[in-house]
């Protein structure tokens, strides 16, 4: 019975530090602090952009990784975010949303535009 309550107690803690930072919301609005650049995990290797920000909310600091080739963050810029771990980057569960706010659009992008915030272009 011990065991039991302990492993109760062991799920209850690691749902809440989970879902604490997006707290239950599909998209959220932050505030960069820093632009900079992380080496992945060990069989891949290249420099991934990313940028520490801070939750207008809860002032929460989180590092969230930039899709895409180019950006144009810099520091003070609002952009939004949303949940989605980058898999070989370590501690980054959070994905910056492009074509919002001040985060531009990939520009000259022909395929997967949803992803990357670009619009339709026009046939002529």
Known sequence: MARLTQLIKKTS????????????????????????????KKPNSANRRVCKVKLLKTKQ???????????????????LIRGGRSRDLIGVRNIAIRG??????????????SRY????????
């Not at 919002?100 to 535009?113: A, F, P």
């Open 61 to 79: 600091i989180l590092t969230v990784k930039i899709p895409g080739e180019g950006h144009n963050i810099q520091q003070h810029s609002t952009i």
């Open 13 to 40: 803690c690691r749902l809440d530090t989970k879902s604490s930072t997006m707290s239950n919301c599909p998209q959220r609005r932050v505030v960069c602090k820093k632009v900079l650049t992380i080496s992945p």
């Open 117 to 124: 915030g670009v619009k339709r272009p026009i046939n002529n």
């Open 100 to 113: 919002k706010y001040d985060l531009l659009g990939v520009s000259n992008r022909k395929t997967s535009r």
